[in-house]
């Protein structure tokens, strides 16, 4: 080894070079790096034991050395293997230590999931994609008990309609867009469901959520706050409606608020603009002071002064502290003082009215005790003015007038003093008489006072009772001459009141002896002979002779008419004592003479002159204009003048048809006066019956159209033709069907029919309307009687009348048959005269329309 060492050094100048190449090889072969495209300078161990390894070799023969050779291949690749395992598993450690510690992680994470997601009902849908197919996790009894999860997505199945809709909306926003949403949703059971969709790491997710534990209870929240909130308007808009004014300071005594009374009473606008202008309602003496009071927790109360809108008022403020400040009202107590300054002096001017007054007045406090006698009481009773001064109580007064015998004689005279001082403890006035020993008779009144005490009132009322005695008798004395006289007397005192009567007043009125025995007034007296002299006038001056002012009555006569037939010439007479005498004479006889010739001959004269003025006036003064009104109607209408709107046209439709009736009431009424001055002469000829019928019936067509009734006429084929007045009988038919007309109801029918009887042309125009009653049917043909039962139909009365004065003008007759509930039947009968021709419509060629412009 020694010799292989030294000629491995001997050679050194040939296998040098060599080794120093080869050892950084053998150092990366053994290092198991790769292999280095150029020499790199490694670590000096390795690179040194690379070349003690060459010089070992160097010796050895090549086959020897080529097989060692691939021994250190075999070994390195072996050891380089090994050492790539080594590190892959490390990594391969190194991965599942981090892989486990993401796992449990995660495992945390899926638990903490799971716990919030079984913390509540839920349930989670998720979408990978837009057409990915949904993913189902969570509890699916939200959407319904029994459901199942796929259901969920059928919003219309559980939900209301305008939810399902509208999460239907939303959630395609969701999944198209990436459109985050939410809201709460109602069920068909009245649950409440928080919707939230929102996309997390590329997914789309949809939250269900049963919140109707949370709605119910905000919903109780909020119907408790807005109750409180409206409670709260309420009171402040009832505090804003108070006259009075009322504030609330803070602790620093700043305004936080007022109601309406205040800020007017300030002239401010608001609080803000009472703050920004230190606008207060109490003085700074008054706020101080308050402030003090409530410093030391003591309410301030007081009446002050201020100025009130502008007017100085005196108020009664009261101020309490609050927990944060204080709260005060101020009622304005301005027109109290003055009514109590008022009232003062009205008790004063009342005093020394009483003291005027002869009725002795004596008032009494509470504890009994006298406070006030006018100056009629000390004259009545004679008592010193130093006693009554000393405020004796009413016991010592009755017990002093007793001793002096000036009260009236009583045998327990204690009893009748404790019956005269419970009058303190009575609840309405008494009044007594007192007769006193010196023949005076005193009236005595005790009312009670609302504030205790009583009030006495004397008044000697001795000379009235023997004015009365004589009076009586001198009544008596005159009834008994008055009741020989056959003239009804009656004699009225100066109150009103009868006081006198004789027996012909009663009769002649039927006057009751309970009225006339209790002294009625004037008013009772007229209101019982009202019943058979209902006149006012007449008695409207008898009352104002009786209960008129002296300085205005005088004597004046009337004539009376009663419902019986009677006259009575009444005369009224005022007496010098302030009486009024009423006398009634009965004046039939000759009254019911006179008045018969003079009511004949006014009623003459009086429709002859109607008669004439009244057909001149139509004639001239309505006819003619209301003639130029149609014509203008009728211009504008065809357009003549120019072109209408529709509604100008129905304006000018609508006053030639309101024109045309009017007219034909003017016709109507100048045909009845035409009959009776005897001046209308019928134009005879040939009519066709069942042409007239039609031409009668088209002048209905609208009013038959509008009321949905059907009109059928009923004439045999051959009816033909009579002689008559065409127009007239036209107008007849008119008449009938208008009438039946307005007297029918929707849906019913008219029918209209005619036949030849003999001589006779016989028309019936029947209807199925409510039918007349009896009690009008008699007067049914009587001119202005016009009569609605109960239906719309208005006229003026004179429709049947008219049909039946042509009628007998034709010397014909006219028959009605009705009943009520069954209809109208019209019966008019025509004389047939002459020969008919067969029907051919030539009197026909007129339309009733324009009957009312003939």
């Known amino acids: 080894m020694a010799r292989h060492g030294e000629r491995h050094d001997g050679s050194g100048g040939r296998t040098g070079p060599r080794l120093r190449v080869l050892a950084p090889l053998a150092a990366a072969f053994l290092s198991g790096t790769a292999w280095p495209a150029r020499a790199v300078e490694l670590p000096a161990s390795l690179t040194q034991s690379a070349e003690d390894l060459l010089r070992l070799l160097h010796g050895w023969p090549i086959e020897n ?78 959407i319904g008990e029994g459901a199942p999860a796929q259901r969920a997505l059928a919003f219309g199945a559980w939900l209301a309609p305008g939810d399902a809709k509208t999460l239907d909306t939303a959630l395609e926003q969701l999944r198209q867009r990436g459109e985050t949403f939410r809201l709460t949703a109602r069920t068909l059971g009245s649950r409440f469901i928080d919707v939230e969709g929102r996309t997390v790491g590329g997914r789309a997710i949809l939250r269900l959520r049963d919140v109707t534990l949370d709605r ?83 309410r301030f109360a007081a009446r002050v002064t201020a100025v009130m809108a502008g007017q100085r008022s005196i108020l009664d403020v009261v101020e309490h502290p609050t927990g944060n400040g204080s709260a005060g009202i101020a009622i304005d107590v301005s027109e109290l003082e003055a009514v109590r300054t008022d009232l003062q002096r009205q008790m004063d001017a009342h005093v020394r009215t009483l003291d005027q007054l002869p009725t002795a007045v004596a008032i009494f406090d509470a504890s009994q005790q006298l406070i006030f006698t006018n100056a009629a009481y000390q004259q009545l009773w004679g008592l010193d003015s130093a006693f009554l001064g000393s405020r004796p109580t009413d016991g010592e007064v009755l017990d002093r007038l007793y001793a002096a015998r000036k009260l009236p004689e ?100 039927t006057l009751p002896a309970e009225l006339t025995a209790a002294q009625p007034h004037v008013d009772a007296v007229i209101k019982a002979c009202r019943r058979l002299a209902p006149q006012d006038e007449p008695w409207v001056d008898i009352r104002g002779a009786v209960a008129g002012l002296p300085d205005m009555r005088m004597g004046f006569g009337c004539r009376m008419e009663r419902q019986d037939g009677s006259a009575l010439d009444c005369a009224a007479q005022p007496l010098p004592d302030g009486a009024t005498l009423l006398t009634f004479i009965d004046v039939t006889a000759s009254v019911n003479v006179e008045r018969a010739l003079k009511e004949r001959n006014e009623a003459l004269e009086k429709a002859s002159r109607l008669r004439d003025e009244f057909v001149h006036h139509v004639s001239y003064e309505l006819r003619s204009p209301l003639t130029n009104v149609i014509g203008f109607a009728q211009l504008l209408g065809d357009e003549t003048v120019g072109a209408l709107n529709p509604r100008q046209r129905d304006y000018a439709d609508h006053i030639m048809r309101s024109s045309a009736a009017l007219l034909a009431i003017l016709n109507d009424i100048l045909d009845l006066a035409s009959i009776d001055t005897g001046s209308l002469a019928l134009t005879p000829e040939i009519v066709d019956i069942r042409s007239t019928i039609e031409a009668a019936m088209r002048g209905l067509e609208d009013r038959l159209a509008e009321s949905s009734l059907t009109v059928v006429i009923d004439t045999p084929d051959d009816i033909g033709s009579f002689v008559a007045d065409g127009k007239r009988v036209r107008q007849i038919l008119f008449n009938l069907l208008s009438n039946a007309v307005g007297f029918s109801s929707p849906g019913q029918s008219i029918t209209v029919s005619a036949r030849k009887s003999g001589g006779e042309v016989i028309f019936e125009v029947r209807d199925e309307g409510r039918g007349i009653p009896p009690e009008i049917k008699a007067r049914i043909f009587d001119r202005f009687e016009s009569h609605t039962l109960g239906t719309r139909h208005r006229g003026v009365g004179l429709g049947l009348s008219i049909v ?20 109208t039947t019209v019966t008019c009968v025509f004389p047939n005269e002459r020969y008919e021709s067969p029907s051919d419509g030539r009197s026909a060629h007129s339309a009733v329309p324009s009957l009312a412009a003939e």
């Open 216 to 298: 119910a209870e905000l919903l109780t929240v909020r119907s408790d706050l807005a109750g409180a909130q409206e409670d709260l308007r309420a009171m402040t808009d009832l505090l804003d409606a108070i006259a009075h004014p009322l504030w609330i300071r803070d602790e620093t005594d700043r305004l936080l608020w007022a109601n309406r009374a205040y800020l007017n009473a300030v002239e401010a606008s608001d609080v803000a603009d009472a703050t920004a202008r230190s606008l207060d309602l109490l003085g700074q003496r008054t706020r101080d002071e308050s402030r003090r009071l409530r410093q030391g927790g003591n």
């Open 804 to 823: 039946r004065s042509f009628v007998e003008l034709h010397g014909g007759r006219i028959e009605l048959a009705s009943a009520p509930g069954v209809g």
């Open 65 to 142: 050395a080529a097989y060692f050779g691939l021994f250190l291949g075999l070994v390195a690749f072996s050891t380089t293997t090994a050492l790539l395992l080594l590190r892959e598993q490390r990594r391969h450690a190194r991965t599942e230590r981090a892989l486990r510690t993401e796992l449990a992680a995660l495992r945390g994470a899926d638990d903490l999931a799971g716990l919030l997601m079984g913390s509540e009902r839920q349930l989670l849908v998720s979408w990978q994609g837009r057409d990915a197919e949904p993913r189902f996790e969570g509890d699916p009894s939200v």
């Open 410 to 509: 009583q045998a327990d005279f204690r009893a009748w003093k404790t019956e005269i001082l419970a009058s303190y403890r009575a609840v309405d006035s008494q009044e007594t008489w007192w007769h006193l020993p010196d023949r005076r008779t005193l009236r005595v009144v005790m009312n009670p006072n609302p504030q205790g005490g009583v009030t006495y009132l004397f008044d000697d009322v001795s000379e009235h009772i023997q004015l009365e005695s004589q009076v009586t008798a001198l009544t008596r004395v005159q009834s008994e001459t008055l009741d020989t006289l056959k003239e009804g007397v009656a004699v009225f005192g100066s109150d009103g009141r009868l006081k006198l009567f004789n027996r012909a007043f009663a009769e002649m009125w």
